[in-house]
Protein backbone atom coordinates (compact mmCIF):
# COMPACT_ATOMS: atom_id res chain seq x y z
CA UNK A 1 0.00 0.00 0.00
CA UNK A 2 1.45 3.33 -0.94
CA UNK A 3 1.70 6.23 1.80
CA UNK A 4 -1.19 8.41 0.28
CA UNK A 5 -3.54 5.27 0.18
CA UNK A 6 -2.98 4.83 3.40
CA UNK A 7 -3.65 8.22 4.82
CA UNK A 8 -6.61 8.07 2.56
CA UNK A 9 -7.79 4.90 4.47
CA UNK A 10 -7.58 6.56 7.74
CA UNK A 11 -9.37 9.57 6.33
CA UNK A 12 -12.36 7.11 4.62
CA UNK A 13 -12.70 5.77 8.55
CA UNK A 14 -13.39 8.76 10.09
CA UNK A 15 -15.69 9.65 7.99
CA UNK A 16 -17.33 6.26 8.99
CA UNK A 17 -16.91 4.02 5.85
CA UNK A 18 -16.30 0.44 6.20
CA UNK A 19 -12.77 -0.27 5.26
CA UNK A 20 -12.14 -3.65 6.33
CA UNK A 21 -10.16 -2.69 9.00
CA UNK A 22 -10.68 -4.55 12.36
CA UNK A 23 -12.41 -2.64 14.72
CA UNK A 24 -10.01 -2.30 17.56
CA UNK A 25 -7.73 -0.71 14.97
CA UNK A 26 -10.08 1.36 13.19
CA UNK A 27 -11.06 2.57 17.01
CA UNK A 28 -7.81 3.52 17.35
CA UNK A 29 -7.09 5.62 14.32
CA UNK A 30 -10.16 7.39 15.29
CA UNK A 31 -8.96 8.02 19.38
CA UNK A 32 -5.41 8.94 17.20
CA UNK A 33 -6.84 12.05 15.55
CA UNK A 34 -9.72 12.96 17.65
CA UNK A 35 -8.16 12.44 21.01
CA UNK A 36 -4.62 12.41 20.62
CA UNK A 37 -4.23 14.89 17.63
CA UNK A 38 -2.01 12.95 15.53
CA UNK A 39 -1.75 13.67 11.40
CA UNK A 40 -1.48 10.42 9.72
CA UNK A 41 0.12 12.68 7.03
CA UNK A 42 3.22 13.89 8.84
CA UNK A 43 4.56 10.88 10.41
CA UNK A 44 7.21 10.60 13.57
CA UNK A 45 10.21 8.57 13.85
CA UNK A 46 10.57 6.54 17.52
CA UNK A 47 10.20 7.93 20.39
CA UNK A 48 13.23 7.11 22.82
CA UNK A 49 12.95 8.52 26.20
CA UNK A 50 16.48 9.91 27.89
CA UNK A 51 18.53 7.76 29.58
CA UNK A 52 17.38 8.49 33.20
CA UNK A 53 13.89 8.28 32.46
CA UNK A 54 14.77 5.23 31.19
CA UNK A 55 16.44 4.26 34.67
CA UNK A 56 13.67 5.73 36.44
CA UNK A 57 10.66 3.44 34.43
CA UNK A 58 12.71 0.64 35.11
CA UNK A 59 13.27 1.68 38.71
CA UNK A 60 9.74 1.47 39.33
CA UNK A 61 9.08 -1.80 37.31
CA UNK A 62 12.01 -3.13 39.00
CA UNK A 63 10.34 -6.56 40.70
CA UNK A 64 8.09 -7.01 37.82
CA UNK A 65 11.24 -7.10 35.29
CA UNK A 66 13.00 -9.57 37.62
CA UNK A 67 9.78 -11.85 38.17
CA UNK A 68 8.93 -11.65 34.26
CA UNK A 69 12.86 -12.23 33.37
CA UNK A 70 13.28 -16.02 33.16
CA UNK A 71 9.45 -16.23 31.58
CA UNK A 72 10.77 -14.00 28.49
CA UNK A 73 13.91 -16.26 28.34
CA UNK A 74 11.92 -18.89 27.89
CA UNK A 75 9.82 -17.06 25.23
CA UNK A 76 12.48 -15.76 23.28
CA UNK A 77 13.87 -19.05 22.77
CA UNK A 78 10.83 -20.71 21.59
CA UNK A 79 10.94 -17.63 18.43
CA UNK A 80 14.77 -17.76 17.91
CA UNK A 81 15.99 -17.60 14.36
CA UNK A 82 12.53 -15.82 13.64
CA UNK A 83 14.06 -12.71 13.53
CA UNK A 84 10.78 -11.55 16.81
CA UNK A 85 11.92 -8.75 19.24
CA UNK A 86 10.39 -9.11 22.51
CA UNK A 87 10.36 -5.93 24.59
CA UNK A 88 8.38 -5.24 28.09
CA UNK A 89 6.69 -2.19 28.34
CA UNK A 90 5.42 -0.93 31.67
CA UNK A 91 1.96 0.57 31.83
CA UNK A 92 3.35 3.82 30.36
CA UNK A 93 3.96 2.19 27.03
CA UNK A 94 7.84 2.44 27.83
CA UNK A 95 9.57 -0.44 26.85
CA UNK A 96 11.71 -1.88 29.93
CA UNK A 97 13.41 -5.09 28.58
CA UNK A 98 13.95 -6.26 25.67
CA UNK A 99 15.40 -9.56 24.17
CA UNK A 100 16.47 -9.25 20.29
CA UNK A 101 18.98 -10.44 17.96
CA UNK A 102 22.03 -8.51 18.42
CA UNK A 103 23.39 -8.50 14.44
CA UNK A 104 20.15 -6.20 13.56
CA UNK A 105 20.72 -3.85 16.91
CA UNK A 106 20.82 -0.76 14.30
CA UNK A 107 17.78 -1.37 12.60
CA UNK A 108 15.41 -2.31 15.55
CA UNK A 109 16.71 1.07 17.72
CA UNK A 110 15.82 2.62 14.62
CA UNK A 111 12.81 1.08 14.37
CA UNK A 112 11.99 1.88 17.73
CA UNK A 113 11.99 -2.17 19.03
CA UNK A 114 14.26 -0.91 21.81
CA UNK A 115 15.27 -0.36 25.38
CA UNK A 116 13.48 3.05 26.23
CA UNK A 117 11.14 3.16 23.44
CA UNK A 118 7.75 4.80 24.32
CA UNK A 119 4.68 3.50 22.34
CA UNK A 120 2.23 4.75 24.48
CA UNK A 121 -0.56 5.44 21.81
CA UNK A 122 -0.73 9.60 22.20
CA UNK A 123 2.75 9.28 20.88
CA UNK A 124 3.46 6.73 18.49
CA UNK A 125 0.10 6.34 17.45
CA UNK A 126 -1.95 2.88 16.70
CA UNK A 127 0.47 0.10 17.21
CA UNK A 128 0.54 -3.15 19.69
CA UNK A 129 1.64 -1.55 23.14
CA UNK A 130 -0.13 1.25 22.54
CA UNK A 131 -3.76 -0.24 22.01
CA UNK A 132 -2.77 -2.89 24.56
CA UNK A 133 -2.74 -0.70 27.05
CA UNK A 134 -5.47 1.99 25.55
CA UNK A 135 -8.20 -1.62 25.30
CA UNK A 136 -6.22 -4.11 28.58
CA UNK A 137 -7.07 -6.71 25.67
CA UNK A 138 -4.00 -8.58 23.60
CA UNK A 139 -3.78 -7.10 20.23
CA UNK A 140 -2.14 -8.08 16.64
CA UNK A 141 -1.47 -4.46 14.92
CA UNK A 142 0.18 -5.54 12.07
CA UNK A 143 1.36 -3.65 9.14
CA UNK A 144 -0.63 -0.96 7.66
CA UNK A 145 -2.78 -1.14 10.98
CA UNK A 146 -0.29 0.97 12.20
CA UNK A 147 -1.33 4.88 11.84
CA UNK A 148 2.19 6.45 11.72
CA UNK A 149 3.85 5.66 7.90
CA UNK A 150 7.16 4.78 10.24
CA UNK A 151 6.00 1.81 11.56
CA UNK A 152 4.21 0.48 8.99
CA UNK A 153 6.46 -2.41 7.60
CA UNK A 154 5.70 -3.47 11.13
CA UNK A 155 3.56 -6.16 12.98
CA UNK A 156 3.12 -6.20 16.91
CA UNK A 157 1.53 -8.67 18.29
CA UNK A 158 0.69 -7.29 22.51
CA UNK A 159 -0.76 -8.69 25.70
CA UNK A 160 -1.34 -7.08 28.79
CA UNK A 161 -0.02 -7.94 32.25
CA UNK A 162 -1.73 -7.36 35.18
CA UNK A 163 -0.97 -6.73 38.58
CA UNK A 164 -2.72 -8.66 41.09
CA UNK A 165 -5.26 -5.85 42.43
CA UNK A 166 -6.24 -6.14 38.70
CA UNK A 167 -4.23 -3.40 37.43
CA UNK A 168 -2.69 -3.04 34.24
CA UNK A 169 1.30 -2.96 34.81
CA UNK A 170 3.12 -4.56 31.59
CA UNK A 171 2.70 -5.27 28.39
CA UNK A 172 4.34 -8.32 26.47
CA UNK A 173 4.84 -7.32 22.59
CA UNK A 174 6.50 -9.40 20.18
CA UNK A 175 7.18 -7.70 17.35
CA UNK A 176 8.80 -8.12 13.59
CA UNK A 177 10.62 -5.88 11.70
CA UNK A 178 9.11 -7.72 8.57
CA UNK A 179 6.49 -10.20 8.16
CA UNK A 180 4.19 -11.89 5.88
CA UNK A 181 1.29 -10.12 4.46
CA UNK A 182 -1.46 -12.31 6.14
CA UNK A 183 -2.16 -11.16 9.38
CA UNK A 184 -3.44 -14.38 10.29
CA UNK A 185 0.47 -15.48 10.30
CA UNK A 186 1.17 -13.72 13.85
CA UNK A 187 -2.22 -16.27 15.54
CA UNK A 188 0.96 -18.00 16.94
CA UNK A 189 2.59 -14.64 18.22
CA UNK A 190 -0.64 -14.24 19.87
CA UNK A 191 -0.69 -17.43 21.37
CA UNK A 192 2.48 -17.29 23.04
CA UNK A 193 2.25 -13.58 24.13
CA UNK A 194 -1.02 -14.69 26.09
CA UNK A 195 0.56 -17.73 27.16
CA UNK A 196 3.45 -16.22 28.77
CA UNK A 197 1.45 -12.91 30.31
CA UNK A 198 -0.67 -15.36 31.82
CA UNK A 199 2.22 -17.13 33.48
CA UNK A 200 4.28 -14.06 34.23
CA UNK A 201 0.99 -12.92 36.36
CA UNK A 202 0.79 -16.03 38.07
CA UNK A 203 4.50 -16.23 38.81
CA UNK A 204 4.06 -12.35 40.19
CA UNK A 205 0.87 -13.71 42.25
CA UNK A 206 2.66 -16.41 43.95
CA UNK A 207 5.84 -14.16 44.75
CA UNK A 208 3.45 -11.22 46.79
CA UNK A 209 1.13 -14.60 48.57
CA UNK A 210 3.82 -16.37 49.96
CA UNK A 211 1.72 -16.01 53.04
CA UNK A 212 -1.45 -16.56 52.06
CA UNK A 213 -3.89 -19.36 50.83
CA UNK A 214 -3.46 -19.48 46.88
CA UNK A 215 -6.03 -21.45 44.82
CA UNK A 216 -5.12 -22.34 41.34
CA UNK A 217 -7.80 -23.10 38.90
CA UNK A 218 -8.16 -25.02 35.60
CA UNK A 219 -11.11 -26.13 33.48
CA UNK A 220 -9.11 -29.41 32.71
CA UNK A 221 -7.66 -31.87 35.77
CA UNK A 222 -4.52 -32.56 33.25
CA UNK A 223 -3.57 -29.13 33.09
CA UNK A 224 -4.03 -27.67 36.45
CA UNK A 225 -0.66 -28.33 38.15
CA UNK A 226 1.91 -27.93 35.33
CA UNK A 227 -0.45 -24.47 33.42
CA UNK A 228 -3.69 -23.50 35.44
CA UNK A 229 -5.50 -21.11 33.66
CA UNK A 230 -6.41 -18.47 36.65
CA UNK A 231 -5.17 -18.11 40.45
CA UNK A 232 -6.42 -16.09 43.33
CA UNK A 233 -4.92 -15.39 46.81
CA UNK A 234 -7.25 -15.61 50.28
CA UNK A 235 -6.69 -13.61 53.34
CA UNK A 236 -7.57 -16.16 56.26
CA UNK A 237 -11.31 -15.01 56.38
CA UNK A 238 -11.27 -16.23 52.69
CA UNK A 239 -11.48 -13.02 51.11
CA UNK A 240 -9.48 -12.89 47.80
CA UNK A 241 -7.11 -10.17 48.33
CA UNK A 242 -4.61 -11.34 45.12
CA UNK A 243 -5.78 -12.55 41.76
CA UNK A 244 -4.78 -13.41 38.01
CA UNK A 245 -6.50 -11.48 35.53
CA UNK A 246 -7.61 -15.27 34.55
CA UNK A 247 -9.71 -15.23 37.70
CA UNK A 248 -12.19 -12.46 36.53
CA UNK A 249 -13.09 -14.79 33.56
CA UNK A 250 -13.17 -18.17 35.99
CA UNK A 251 -14.83 -16.44 38.79
CA UNK A 252 -16.47 -13.33 37.63
CA UNK A 253 -15.52 -9.48 38.18
CA UNK A 254 -15.04 -7.63 40.99
CA UNK A 255 -13.46 -10.46 42.67
CA UNK A 256 -11.41 -8.38 45.11
CA UNK A 257 -12.60 -8.73 48.63
CA UNK A 258 -15.50 -11.13 47.95
CA UNK A 259 -15.43 -13.75 50.34
CA UNK A 260 -14.47 -17.39 48.42
CA UNK A 261 -18.34 -19.07 49.35
CA UNK A 262 -19.47 -16.28 47.66
CA UNK A 263 -18.12 -17.09 43.87
CA UNK A 264 -17.82 -20.86 44.76
CA UNK A 265 -19.69 -23.62 46.76
CA UNK A 266 -16.08 -23.92 48.79
CA UNK A 267 -14.74 -22.57 52.12
CA UNK A 268 -11.37 -21.84 53.62
CA UNK A 269 -11.69 -24.76 55.87
CA UNK A 270 -12.35 -27.15 52.05
CA UNK A 271 -9.10 -25.99 51.11
CA UNK A 272 -6.80 -28.37 52.33
CA UNK A 273 -8.78 -31.02 50.54
CA UNK A 274 -7.95 -29.71 47.13
CA UNK A 275 -4.40 -29.84 47.56
CA UNK A 276 -1.56 -31.93 45.77
CA UNK A 277 -2.33 -35.05 48.26
CA UNK A 278 -5.76 -35.58 46.25
CA UNK A 279 -6.13 -36.46 42.52
CA UNK A 280 -6.71 -34.02 40.31
CA UNK A 281 -9.96 -34.89 39.03
CA UNK A 282 -11.27 -35.29 42.50
CA UNK A 283 -10.71 -31.53 43.78
CA UNK A 284 -13.45 -30.28 41.69
CA UNK A 285 -14.92 -26.61 42.85
CA UNK A 286 -18.38 -25.61 41.70
CA UNK A 287 -19.01 -22.47 40.90
CA UNK A 288 -22.41 -20.58 42.28
CA UNK A 289 -23.20 -20.06 38.60
CA UNK A 290 -23.39 -23.54 38.26
CA UNK A 291 -19.87 -24.23 36.39
CA UNK A 292 -17.16 -26.20 37.92
CA UNK A 293 -13.32 -26.10 37.80
CA UNK A 294 -10.70 -27.81 39.07
CA UNK A 295 -8.85 -26.49 42.03
CA UNK A 296 -5.06 -26.45 43.34
CA UNK A 297 -4.72 -25.11 46.86
CA UNK A 298 -1.62 -23.91 48.06
CA UNK A 299 -1.10 -23.48 51.96
CA UNK A 300 1.53 -20.09 53.41
CA UNK A 301 4.12 -22.27 55.70
CA UNK A 302 2.04 -21.87 57.98
CA UNK A 303 -2.08 -21.32 58.12
CA UNK A 304 -3.86 -19.75 60.64
CA UNK A 305 -7.69 -20.84 61.18
CA UNK A 306 -9.87 -18.01 61.66
CA UNK A 307 -11.25 -19.45 64.65
CA UNK A 308 -8.29 -18.03 66.06
CA UNK A 309 -6.77 -22.37 66.50
CA UNK A 310 -3.40 -22.35 67.11
CA UNK A 311 -1.00 -21.98 64.07
CA UNK A 312 -1.53 -25.73 62.04
CA UNK A 313 0.02 -26.39 58.52
CA UNK A 314 -1.85 -26.19 55.89
CA UNK A 315 -3.58 -29.96 55.71
CA UNK A 316 -3.63 -30.52 59.44
CA UNK A 317 -6.18 -27.64 60.00
CA UNK A 318 -8.81 -29.43 57.92
CA UNK A 319 -9.15 -31.90 60.34
CA UNK A 320 -10.88 -30.55 63.59
CA UNK A 321 -12.94 -27.77 64.79
CA UNK A 322 -12.69 -26.77 68.35
CA UNK A 323 -12.55 -29.78 69.97
CA UNK A 324 -9.53 -29.47 72.55
CA UNK A 325 -8.31 -33.00 72.41
CA UNK A 326 -8.17 -33.09 68.65
CA UNK A 327 -6.53 -29.32 68.69
CA UNK A 328 -3.58 -31.16 70.97
CA UNK A 329 -3.13 -33.74 68.95
CA UNK A 330 -3.26 -31.78 65.38
CA UNK A 331 -0.73 -29.43 67.40
CA UNK A 332 1.77 -32.42 68.01
CA UNK A 333 1.39 -33.63 64.53
CA UNK A 334 2.39 -30.42 63.23
CA UNK A 335 5.18 -30.54 64.71
CA UNK A 336 6.18 -34.05 64.29
CA UNK A 337 5.29 -33.56 60.97
CA UNK A 338 8.76 -31.80 59.85
CA UNK A 339 11.13 -34.62 61.13
CA UNK A 340 11.20 -38.17 59.83
CA UNK A 341 10.41 -39.69 63.74
CA UNK A 342 8.09 -42.46 62.89
CA UNK A 343 4.61 -42.40 64.01
CA UNK A 344 1.75 -44.68 65.62
CA UNK A 345 -1.66 -43.73 64.88
CA UNK A 346 -4.28 -45.04 66.62
CA UNK A 347 -7.94 -45.58 66.85
CA UNK A 348 -11.43 -46.90 66.15
CA UNK A 349 -12.53 -47.84 62.43
CA UNK A 350 -12.86 -44.88 60.39
CA UNK A 351 -12.00 -41.96 62.72
CA UNK A 352 -9.33 -40.59 60.00
CA UNK A 353 -6.08 -41.75 60.75
CA UNK A 354 -5.06 -42.67 56.98
CA UNK A 355 -6.69 -38.90 56.74
CA UNK A 356 -4.41 -37.69 59.35
CA UNK A 357 -1.09 -40.19 58.24
CA UNK A 358 -1.82 -37.95 54.81
CA UNK A 359 -1.76 -34.51 56.32
CA UNK A 360 1.25 -34.88 57.77
CA UNK A 361 2.86 -36.34 54.46
CA UNK A 362 1.99 -32.95 52.41
CA UNK A 363 3.17 -30.62 55.57
CA UNK A 364 6.94 -31.94 54.98
CA UNK A 365 6.84 -33.06 51.06
CA UNK A 366 4.20 -32.46 49.21
CA UNK A 367 5.27 -33.41 45.96
CA UNK A 368 7.22 -36.69 47.31
CA UNK A 369 5.54 -40.06 47.14
CA UNK A 370 2.85 -41.57 49.68
CA UNK A 371 3.17 -45.33 49.72
CA UNK A 372 0.46 -47.64 51.20
CA UNK A 373 0.14 -51.25 52.50
CA UNK A 374 -2.86 -52.59 53.17
CA UNK A 375 -1.26 -55.01 56.06
CA UNK A 376 -4.47 -56.62 56.23
CA UNK A 377 -3.66 -58.57 53.11
CA UNK A 378 -0.39 -59.04 53.54
CA UNK A 379 1.82 -62.66 54.37
CA UNK A 380 5.09 -62.80 55.30
CA UNK A 381 6.09 -63.91 51.55
CA UNK A 382 3.95 -60.86 50.20
CA UNK A 383 6.16 -58.14 52.52
CA UNK A 384 9.35 -60.11 51.47
CA UNK A 385 8.19 -59.00 47.61
CA UNK A 386 6.75 -55.56 47.91
CA UNK A 387 9.07 -53.05 46.45
CA UNK A 388 9.13 -50.29 48.99
CA UNK A 389 10.90 -47.75 47.37
CA UNK A 390 13.33 -45.12 48.55
CA UNK A 391 12.20 -42.20 47.34
CA UNK A 392 13.62 -38.81 49.43
CA UNK A 393 10.98 -37.42 51.92
CA UNK A 394 8.92 -40.17 51.11
CA UNK A 395 6.26 -41.62 53.33
CA UNK A 396 5.09 -45.45 53.99
CA UNK A 397 1.69 -46.02 55.42
CA UNK A 398 1.37 -49.23 56.96
CA UNK A 399 -2.12 -49.55 57.22
CA UNK A 400 -3.94 -51.97 60.27
CA UNK A 401 -0.74 -53.05 61.55
CA UNK A 402 -2.49 -55.39 63.78
CA UNK A 403 -3.12 -56.90 61.30
CA UNK A 404 -0.07 -58.63 60.41
CA UNK A 405 0.81 -62.28 61.95
CA UNK A 406 4.37 -63.05 63.72
CA UNK A 407 5.70 -63.61 60.11
CA UNK A 408 4.37 -61.65 58.39
CA UNK A 409 6.31 -58.74 61.54
CA UNK A 410 9.48 -60.57 61.34
CA UNK A 411 9.34 -60.08 57.82
CA UNK A 412 8.69 -56.25 58.22
CA UNK A 413 11.53 -55.53 60.89
CA UNK A 414 13.49 -57.02 58.27
CA UNK A 415 12.72 -54.98 55.68
CA UNK A 416 12.10 -52.00 57.60
CA UNK A 417 15.87 -51.67 58.32
CA UNK A 418 17.81 -49.39 56.09
CA UNK A 419 14.27 -48.30 54.99
CA UNK A 420 14.11 -44.31 54.22
CA UNK A 421 11.25 -43.82 53.86
CA UNK A 422 9.70 -41.81 56.68
CA UNK A 423 6.83 -44.86 58.39
CA UNK A 424 3.48 -43.71 59.87
CA UNK A 425 1.51 -47.30 61.06
CA UNK A 426 -2.32 -46.63 61.56
CA UNK A 427 -3.91 -49.17 64.19
CA UNK A 428 -7.63 -50.02 65.00
CA UNK A 429 -6.22 -52.07 68.32
CA UNK A 430 -4.09 -50.47 71.32
CA UNK A 431 -0.87 -51.59 70.25
CA UNK A 432 0.78 -51.35 73.43
CA UNK A 433 -1.88 -53.85 74.72
CA UNK A 434 -0.78 -56.28 72.02
CA UNK A 435 2.63 -56.09 72.90
CA UNK A 436 2.16 -57.14 76.72
CA UNK A 437 0.03 -59.72 75.33
CA UNK A 438 2.60 -60.87 73.50
CA UNK A 439 0.66 -60.49 70.01
CA UNK A 440 3.22 -57.99 68.57
CA UNK A 441 6.94 -58.06 68.45
CA UNK A 442 8.57 -55.14 70.79
CA UNK A 443 11.19 -54.52 68.50
CA UNK A 444 8.94 -53.72 66.12
CA UNK A 445 6.56 -52.21 67.97
CA UNK A 446 9.32 -49.39 69.05
CA UNK A 447 10.49 -49.52 65.40
CA UNK A 448 7.14 -48.12 64.16
CA UNK A 449 6.04 -46.08 67.23
CA UNK A 450 8.53 -43.25 67.53
CA UNK A 451 5.58 -41.32 69.13
CA UNK A 452 2.10 -41.87 69.45
CA UNK A 453 -0.83 -40.46 68.21
CA UNK A 454 -4.30 -41.20 69.62
CA UNK A 455 -7.02 -40.15 67.81
CA UNK A 456 -10.02 -40.00 69.66
CA UNK A 457 -13.72 -41.45 68.50
CA UNK A 458 -16.73 -39.17 67.17
CA UNK A 459 -18.87 -40.28 70.37
CA UNK A 460 -16.27 -38.06 72.43
CA UNK A 461 -15.39 -35.41 70.06
CA UNK A 462 -16.60 -31.55 70.86
CA UNK A 463 -16.74 -30.47 67.15
CA UNK A 464 -19.76 -32.86 66.09
CA UNK A 465 -21.35 -29.68 64.70
CA UNK A 466 -18.55 -28.87 62.32
CA UNK A 467 -17.61 -32.28 61.27
CA UNK A 468 -20.95 -32.71 60.52
CA UNK A 469 -21.95 -29.77 58.60
CA UNK A 470 -18.19 -30.30 56.40
CA UNK A 471 -19.33 -34.04 55.80
CA UNK A 472 -22.98 -32.56 54.50
CA UNK A 473 -21.04 -30.29 52.50
CA UNK A 474 -18.69 -32.54 50.82
CA UNK A 475 -21.30 -35.16 50.20
CA UNK A 476 -24.01 -32.31 48.81
CA UNK A 477 -22.39 -29.07 47.63
CA UNK A 478 -25.22 -26.11 48.00
CA UNK A 479 -27.96 -25.00 50.51
CA UNK A 480 -28.58 -28.47 52.09
CA UNK A 481 -28.47 -28.42 55.97
CA UNK A 482 -29.89 -30.13 59.28
CA UNK A 483 -32.83 -29.46 61.24
CA UNK A 484 -32.15 -29.14 65.22
CA UNK A 485 -34.05 -32.30 65.11
CA UNK A 486 -32.03 -33.92 62.95
CA UNK A 487 -29.05 -33.24 64.18
CA UNK A 488 -29.93 -33.92 67.95
CA UNK A 489 -30.97 -37.04 66.62
CA UNK A 490 -27.61 -37.54 64.95
CA UNK A 491 -25.33 -36.66 68.25
CA UNK A 492 -27.09 -39.22 70.01
CA UNK A 493 -26.10 -41.88 68.09
CA UNK A 494 -22.89 -44.07 69.13
CA UNK A 495 -21.18 -44.27 65.64
CA UNK A 496 -19.17 -47.18 65.54
CA UNK A 497 -18.03 -46.67 62.50
CA UNK A 498 -17.26 -43.03 63.28
CA UNK A 499 -16.36 -40.55 60.53
CA UNK A 500 -16.76 -42.73 58.00
CA UNK A 501 -20.48 -43.76 58.95
CA UNK A 502 -21.52 -40.67 59.67
CA UNK A 503 -20.16 -39.51 56.48
CA UNK A 504 -22.34 -42.39 54.83
CA UNK A 505 -25.22 -41.41 56.63
CA UNK A 506 -25.33 -37.79 55.59
CA UNK A 507 -24.55 -38.73 52.08
CA UNK A 508 -27.70 -40.97 52.21
CA UNK A 509 -30.11 -38.18 54.10
CA UNK A 510 -29.13 -35.71 51.36
CA UNK A 511 -30.39 -38.31 48.79
CA UNK A 512 -33.53 -38.61 50.98
CA UNK A 513 -34.47 -34.80 52.04
CA UNK A 514 -36.92 -33.27 49.99
CA UNK A 515 -35.84 -29.79 50.33
CA UNK A 516 -33.29 -27.49 51.39
CA UNK A 517 -33.49 -29.14 55.11
CA UNK A 518 -32.65 -32.59 56.47
CA UNK A 519 -35.23 -33.56 59.33
CA UNK A 520 -34.93 -36.14 61.91
CA UNK A 521 -37.19 -38.53 59.39
CA UNK A 522 -34.86 -38.16 56.49
CA UNK A 523 -32.15 -40.04 58.35
CA UNK A 524 -31.32 -43.41 57.79
CA UNK A 525 -31.18 -45.49 60.78
CA UNK A 526 -27.74 -46.59 62.78
CA UNK A 527 -26.39 -49.52 60.35
CA UNK A 528 -25.28 -51.34 63.80
CA UNK A 529 -27.45 -51.43 67.22
CA UNK A 530 -25.92 -49.55 69.60
CA UNK A 531 -22.81 -51.57 70.98
CA UNK A 532 -23.00 -52.01 74.40
CA UNK A 533 -21.49 -49.22 76.58
CA UNK A 534 -17.87 -50.20 77.72
CA UNK A 535 -17.05 -50.07 81.09
CA UNK A 536 -17.11 -46.92 82.61
CA UNK A 537 -13.90 -47.21 84.67
CA UNK A 538 -12.45 -48.69 81.24
CA UNK A 539 -13.74 -45.76 79.13
CA UNK A 540 -12.38 -43.34 82.20
CA UNK A 541 -8.87 -44.86 82.09
CA UNK A 542 -9.49 -44.76 77.82
CA UNK A 543 -10.10 -41.03 77.95
CA UNK A 544 -7.39 -40.35 80.48
CA UNK A 545 -4.71 -41.87 78.79
CA UNK A 546 -5.84 -40.44 75.47
CA UNK A 547 -5.41 -36.42 77.23
CA UNK A 548 -1.88 -37.63 78.83
CA UNK A 549 -3.75 -37.89 82.90
CA UNK A 550 -5.21 -34.18 82.01
CA UNK A 551 -8.32 -34.57 84.28
CA UNK A 552 -9.67 -30.77 82.92
CA UNK A 553 -9.79 -32.47 79.49
CA UNK A 554 -11.06 -35.77 80.11
CA UNK A 555 -13.90 -33.95 81.98
CA UNK A 556 -14.68 -32.27 79.26
CA UNK A 557 -14.57 -35.02 76.73
CA UNK A 558 -16.78 -36.97 79.21
CA UNK A 559 -18.92 -34.11 78.82
CA UNK A 560 -18.66 -34.28 82.98
CA UNK A 561 -17.12 -31.94 85.24
CA UNK A 562 -13.50 -32.27 87.17
CA UNK A 563 -15.17 -33.54 90.08
CA UNK A 564 -17.41 -36.33 89.07
CA UNK A 565 -13.60 -37.68 87.23
CA UNK A 566 -11.89 -37.42 90.28
CA UNK A 567 -14.57 -39.52 92.35
CA UNK A 568 -14.30 -41.94 89.47
CA UNK A 569 -10.77 -42.17 89.52
CA UNK A 570 -11.14 -42.63 93.32
CA UNK A 571 -13.60 -45.21 92.90
CA UNK A 572 -11.48 -47.21 90.79
CA UNK A 573 -8.43 -46.96 92.70
CA UNK A 574 -6.86 -44.53 90.15
CA UNK A 575 -6.42 -41.66 92.73
CA UNK A 576 -6.16 -41.23 96.67
N1 LIG B 1 -11.57 -34.46 59.05
C1 LIG B 1 -12.27 -35.09 58.11
N2 LIG B 1 -13.11 -34.40 57.32
C2 LIG B 1 -13.83 -35.03 56.37
N3 LIG B 1 -13.80 -36.35 56.16
C3 LIG B 1 -13.01 -37.10 56.91
C4 LIG B 1 -12.18 -36.52 57.93
N4 LIG B 1 -11.49 -37.51 58.53
C5 LIG B 1 -11.85 -38.66 57.89
N5 LIG B 1 -12.75 -38.42 56.93
C6 LIG B 1 -13.39 -39.40 56.04
O1 LIG B 1 -13.77 -40.51 56.84
C7 LIG B 1 -13.44 -41.74 56.18
C8 LIG B 1 -12.52 -42.57 57.04
O2 LIG B 1 -11.27 -41.91 57.12
P1 LIG B 1 -9.90 -42.74 57.18
O3 LIG B 1 -9.85 -43.78 56.11
O4 LIG B 1 -8.79 -41.77 57.27
O5 LIG B 1 -10.12 -43.48 58.58
P2 LIG B 1 -9.26 -44.59 59.27
O6 LIG B 1 -9.27 -44.26 60.72
O7 LIG B 1 -7.92 -44.70 58.61
O8 LIG B 1 -10.15 -45.87 58.97
P3 LIG B 1 -9.77 -47.43 59.07
O9 LIG B 1 -9.02 -47.64 60.33
O10 LIG B 1 -11.09 -48.10 59.08
O11 LIG B 1 -8.97 -47.75 57.87
C9 LIG B 1 -12.84 -41.36 54.84
O12 LIG B 1 -13.87 -41.40 53.88
C10 LIG B 1 -12.35 -39.95 55.05
O13 LIG B 1 -12.36 -39.24 53.83
Known amino acids: MRDRDHVAEIDRVLKGQATGRDSVVSRSWRRCVERHGLDPARPSPAHIVTAAELRSHREQSERLIAIARSGLGALFRQVAGQNYVLLLADAKGVTVDFFGDPRFEGELRQAGLYLGSDWSEHLAGTCGVGACIVTGEPVTIHQTDHFDLHHTPLSCTAAPIFDTAGQLTAVLDLSLLRSPQPKASQNLAMTLVRTAARRIEMANLMAVSRRDWVLRLSSSPDFLEVDPEAAIALDAAGRVIGM ?75 LAGSDPAMGALLAQAARLAASAVPLLIAGETGTGKERLARAIHMCRAEAAPFRVIDCAGQDAAALARLDLGDEPCGTLLLRGIEDLDAPAQAV ?25 AGAFRTDLFFRIAGAALPVPPLRLRQDFDWLADRLLRAAHPGELRLSAGARADLKARDWPGNLRELAATLQAAALLADGPVIDAADLPPPLLAPAPRPDPQAELQAVLEACNGNMALAARRLGVNRSTVLRRMRRGGAAP
Not at 250 to 265: P, S, T
Not at 412 to 436: E, F, H, P, S, Y
Open 244 to 318: THGAQAALGADLLGRRLDEVAEARMDDLPDLMRGRPAEDRVIRLRDGRALFGHAIAPPTARLPRGQPLLPGGLSS
Open 412 to 436: LLRRLDGCKLRIIATARRDMAGAVA
